[in-house]
């Protein structure tokens, strides 16, 4: 469960961080980077494994570059459901992914080195 938590924290913080850095990508409050983390959570969570199904051989044809693309699709149907959450085109759309993921997996790591020590 503090692993949930923490996982939705930094997310949320990791997308605030995104708004500063990509331009077309906006975060108006603390609150609403909590309800963009949250749903873009279930969003990867319900309709993400549909698409990745869907499109594998694209994916596998890039080698897995395409999930990327998934990745801003996911953001850019978050971006339409919370208000206070724009994004205002692929591109920045596809600039957040690269960042969210890169935060991911250094929360992964840091998870995993704290658990091993």
């Known amino acids: 469960m503090s692993y949930l938590l ?3 924290i930094i997310n949320a ?3 605030l ?3 500063n850095i990509v331009p077309g990508f906006g975060v108006e409050s603390l609150y609403s980077a909590l309800i963009a ?3 873009l959570g279930l969003a990867n969570a319900l309709v993400r494994p549909l698409l990745f199904i869907l499109t594998l051989p ?3 044809l890039t080698l897995g570059l395409f ?3 998934l990745n801003a699709l996911m953001i850019l149907l978050v971006s ?3 208000k206070g959450f724009i994004v205002e085109g692929f591109i920045p759309a596809l600039l957040a992914a690269l960042i969210l993921w890169v935060v991911s ?3 992964y790591w840091i998870v995993k080195q704290a658990k091993e020590s």
């Open 37 to 39: 983390a949250l749903v």
């Open 67 to 69: 999930t990327f693309v």
């Open 6 to 8: 923490f996982r939705w």
């Open 80 to 82: 339409t459901i919370v």
């Open 105 to 107: 997996m250094m929360t």
């Open 13 to 15: 913080l990791a997308l």
């Open 58 to 60: 694209i994916t596998i």
């Open 17 to 19: 961080l995104v708004a």
